[in-house]
């Protein structure tokens, strides 16, 4: 909370680490794009969020952790963020996408066709900017 006040946003408010549903949690679509924007200036955030699958070897086991943002899988643009899904919230998603040095941000909330929303986004966003399709594989 003391960062999102740094960070000047007035809508957001956390009472877990989670996301998951508590009085006096709330945020907007905006201001969690700001947040992902903030964190992806962190570049083992921005490694971390970017895999599609982390395996943690030990002396004891070896276990594969599968991210479930299928955005780094429809887009080879796509370089994170975080899903998030709830009864009460629906479908939300916080994706990020980065094209000839060009970070893009997305957010939506409640959204049931969010992997093509942001993937349409995204698109938009780069041409925008004059930033040419990625051709590379």
């Known amino acids: 909370n003391r960062l999102a006040r740094e960070l000047s946003l007035q809508s957001t408010h ?6 998951l549903p508590a009085d006096g949690h709330y945020t907007t679509a905006k201001e969690l794009a700001l947040i992902a ?3 992806m200036k962190n570049p083992v955030f921005a490694e971390i969020v970017g895999k599609k699958s982390y395996t943690c070897k030990t002396s ?4 594969t952790f599968q991210n479930h943002n299928k955005l780094l899988s429809f887009s ?9 899904f709830t009864k009460a919230s629906g479908r939300c998603l916080v994706g990020a996408a980065e094209r000839d040095g060009a970070l893009l941000i997305s957010a939506t909330l409640s959204a049931p066709n969010d992997w093509n929303d942001h993937i349409s986004l995204f698109h938009y966003g780069f ?6 399709e990625n051709t590379k594989g």
């Open 14 to 19: 956390f009472e877990n680490p989670h996301g």
């Open 76 to 84: 080879k643009d796509a370089v994170g963020v975080k899903t998030g």
């Open 60 to 63: 004891l086991c070896t276990r």
């Open 127 to 132: 041409s925008l900017l004059g930033v040419p």
């Open 37 to 39: 924007a903030y964190a």
